[in-house]
């Protein structure tokens, strides 16, 4: 199953365990991805178009 230590960490679909050491290393890459993921939902909600939020070129409709 894992280290006795191991962080447990999950979703509504799945559990994981992470050995001490890995979740050292790894907890500032997650907590960044949550900080962007808070920043787009924000974003959005204020009204801010999707092409600007993610840096893509907006989308073009034909014969307009």
């Not at 509504?12 to 890995?22: E, R």
């Not at 997650?30 to 092409?51: C, F, I, M, S």
Request: charged residues 25%; proline residues 8%; glycine residues 10%.
């Amino acid at each position: 199953m894992g280290e006795p230590d191991a962080g447990i960490i999950g979703d509504d679909d799945d559990l994981v365990a992470l050995a001490p050491a890995t979740v050292r290393t790894r907890i500032g890459d997650a907590q960044a991805k949550l900080a962007r993921e808070a920043q787009w939902e924000a974003d959005l909600a204020a009204g801010r178009p999707v092409h600007a939020i993610f840096g893509i070129e907006p989308a073009v409709t034909p014969g307009a």
